[in-house]
């Protein structure tokens, strides 16, 4: 499972060094305008989520949460219709406001941008947490996985 989830970490990275070579690495904001943001993925770990819970320890799935969490709220913004264009008039509210602090500006929030940037900042750590993991040896995983287990168990029941 985390083979397959690192691989497709991967081809998302490689879709965003693709993005940034094309918009400049300088400005996230300016991604959101690129076709082919929409290119990441999330199709494995759709498929696999659940499997993680249970069998992998909590810290682990924590940080892979970290990183598709903001990445599928980002695939749903992105759906929305002029996307592009609303994440640059929130970009601009918030920088005319800076600029310009005299004028009355409406701000908002930039979701897009926020979840982009939430998403880039868990991709290392998230991807070297799972390399460590790899590299363990076959016991030492059967370990954490039990252990994250007995702690699931012993959690208080939430309804």
Same mark, same amino acid.
């Given at each position: 499972m985390l083979r397959l989830l690192?691989?497709?970490?991967?081809?998302? !990275?490689?879709?965003?060094?693709?993005?940034?070579?094309?918009?400049?690495?300088?400005?996230?904001?300016?991604?959101m305008g690129s076709p082919d943001l929409p290119s990441?993925?999330?199709?494995?770990?759709?498929?696999?989520?659940?499997?993680v819970a249970t069998l992998m320890p909590?810290?682990?799935t924590e940080e892979l949460n970290s990183y598709y969490s903001p990445l599928e709220i980002l695939l749903t913004l992105l759906i929305f219709q002029d !996307? !592009?264009?609303?994440?640059?008039?929130?970009?601009?509210?918030?920088y005319i406001d800076e600029?310009? =602090?005299?004028?009355?500006v409406?701000?908002?929030?930039? =979701?897009?941008?926020q979840c982009l940037v939430d998403m880039l900042n868990a991709q290392d750590t998230t991807r070297s947490r799972m390399d460590g993991y790899l590299?363990?040896?076959?016991?030492? =995983?059967?370990?954490?996985?039990?252990?994250?287990?007995?702690?699931?168990?012993? !959690? =208080?029941?939430?309804?």
């Amino acid at each position: 499972m985390l083979r397959l989830l690192a691989a497709e970490i991967d081809h998302n !990275a490689e879709v965003l060094r693709s993005v940034a070579d094309r918009r400049g690495d300088d400005r996230v904001i300016d991604w959101m305008g690129s076709p082919d943001l929409p290119s990441l993925k999330t199709d494995t770990w759709r498929d696999v989520r659940g499997r993680v819970a249970t069998l992998m320890p909590n810290v682990l799935t924590e940080e892979l949460n970290s990183y598709y969490s903001p990445l599928e709220i980002l695939l749903t913004l992105l759906i929305f219709q002029d !996307a !592009a264009v609303d994440s640059g008039d929130r970009d601009l509210r918030r920088y005319i406001d800076e600029q310009v =602090p005299d004028v009355n500006v409406a701000l908002t929030r930039n =979701p897009y941008q926020q979840c982009l940037v939430d998403m880039l900042n868990a991709q290392d750590t998230t991807r070297s947490r799972m390399d460590g993991y790899l590299s363990l040896s076959w016991l030492e =995983p059967l370990v954490l996985s039990f252990r994250g287990w007995r702690e699931r168990q012993r !959690a =208080p029941r939430q309804h």
